[in-house]
């Protein structure tokens, strides 16, 4: 670790509280960052100053007392917010998110006891010398996660520390450590006294971990704690000539196949949730799941509201579920009606999502699927760089035009030009004025 490392604003502060006598270390997230070799988001501070003590080391600044109660600072230095806390110790959660009050103690090991993961409970000085008296950085060199202290109470004060603690997995791509791991499957019932929206916001970044197919495969019964509507889904067997795998394994490949974006992964893990509803088997024992699009698409809004999710990503995502098993075939009539009907950001999301779905199913049937999908691709790609027709907006008519044609004013303008795009998107019609004027006045 260099000085040049860290921002100029931040060693100002710990200068300056180290000048007027007090202990000040950087801590938390900035310190396991810099210990993993990237650069921190932010700077956290903490320090041997009471909060008052604090306000008056930086006289002249711009101060935010937003967190004061819990004994935190906000110092603007050089345009750039910094908390700095004083080192304290928590009473009991009482509310399963923040403790019921704090203590000031003048010890810094006694403040790092009461974090969460040991890789977040190092502290580092200005000269890059470390205080960890619970082995982080061993953690840290080793890529495992672990609680600091005794696991079940860490995940009894914030329940939210059993999401963190996937998510990291997931990001970092580290292993849990076996305590930890066993704490979190037997307090997960924790997570419901956790807001949706803290769930919500961890959730998102787990899924776009490189790792969340290794946290999906061990602790399926932590989602279930809060979308129970995955549990039949984790428990489904797919006996068809379509998959190798079963369910919850079938939809954990589709995940891990998707790009790294929050809806798309989103609508892999729910593309299939209504399966087991729709499950039948026939006479040959092979299992169908007629509908299941559909199914799918009503349970994933739900679960999505639960966690409160915008209705933007709401409705992005079970657009895609309704329509992942839809069959386009590569022909430009069909491919301009689908770009009409999704536009073509959500078309090419969905051209995403059934790759990914492919890329979960038996693998003899994947590299046809694939192709027949580049195809598909190729061809959108094509309709849109000619600048063919798809909206009402791109043909060559307007109201106007066809008011002047004799169509009175009103509604039947509106339907005149939808039968308008309606022909030109079948290619039954050419999207050219006359060829348009012609057929109104026929």
Not at 94 to 116: G, I, K, M, N, T
């Amino acid at each position: 670790m260099h000085l040049a490392d860290i921002p100029a604003g931040a060693q100002h502060i710990l200068q300056t509280l180290a000048q007027s006598g007090y202990e000040a270390y950087f801590v938390g997230g900035c310190v396991r960052d810099l210990l993993r070799g990237v650069p921190p988001h932010d700077w956290d501070i903490c320090t041997s100053a009471r909060p008052e003590e604090t306000e008056f080391c930086f006289a002249g600044h711009r101060i935010f007392e937003t967190g004061l109660k819990h004994g935190t600072v906000t110092v603007l230095e050089e345009g750039e917010p910094y908390e700095i806390t004083t080192y304290r110790t928590e009473g009991p959660y009482s509310d399963s998110r923040r403790p019921d009050y704090v203590r000031f103690v003048s010890s810094l090991e006694a403040d790092l006891a009461r974090r969460d993961f040991t890789m977040n409970a190092i502290a580092m000085g200005l000269d890059g010398s470390l205080r960890d008296p619970f082995g982080g950085a061993g953690d840290i060199q080793a890529r495992r996660i672990c609680c600091v202290g005794k696991p079940a109470q860490r995940f009894q004060e914030d329940g939210l520390r059993i999401m963190r603690a996937l998510r990291f997995a997931s990001v970092f791509g580290y292993e849990i450590e076996s305590c930890t791991e066993q704490a979190i499957h037997n307090s997960r019932a924790r997570l419901r006294h956790v807001a949706a929206e803290r769930i919500h916001a961890e959730l998102c970044k787990l899924l776009t971990g490189d790792s969340v197919g290794t946290v999906l495969r061990r602790f399926p019964d932590v989602l279930c704690e809060f979308w129970p509507q995955l549990e039949p889904l984790v428990q489904l067997k797919q006996n068809n000539p379509w998959h190798c795998w079963d369910g919850w394994e079938h939809t954990i490949h589709t995940v891990e196949a998707a790009p790294a974006d929050e809806v798309l992964r989103l609508t892999m893990l729910l593309h299939d949730i209504g399966k087991p509803s729709c499950k039948s088997t026939d006479d040959q024992g092979v299992d169908h799941f007629y509908g299941h699009p559909a199914v799918s698409a009503e349970l994933a809004g739900q679960m999505l509201r639960t966690l409160k999710f915008e209705n933007r990503t709401r409705e992005r995502v079970v657009t895609l579920v309704e329509y992942h098993d839809v069959q386009i075939p590569p022909r430009s009539q069909a491919v301009r009606r689908w770009l009409n009907r999704l536009g073509p950001e959500v078309f090419f999301q969905l051209l995403e999502v059934k790759r990914a779905d492919s890329r979960g199913q038996a693998h003899a049937m994947v590299s046809r699927r694939l192709a027949e999908l580049d195809a598909l691709q190729k061809k959108a790609e094509e309709i849109i760089a000619q600048g063919q027709c798809l909206t009402r907006n791109d043909l060559a008519l307007t109201g106007r035009d066809i008011i002047a044609a004799g169509i009175p004013p009103g509604p039947e303008v509106g339907r005149v030009l939808d039968e308008l795009l309606d022909r030109v998107l079948s290619g039954e019609v050419p999207n050219e004025r006359p060829t348009l004027l012609a057929w109104i006045s026929h």
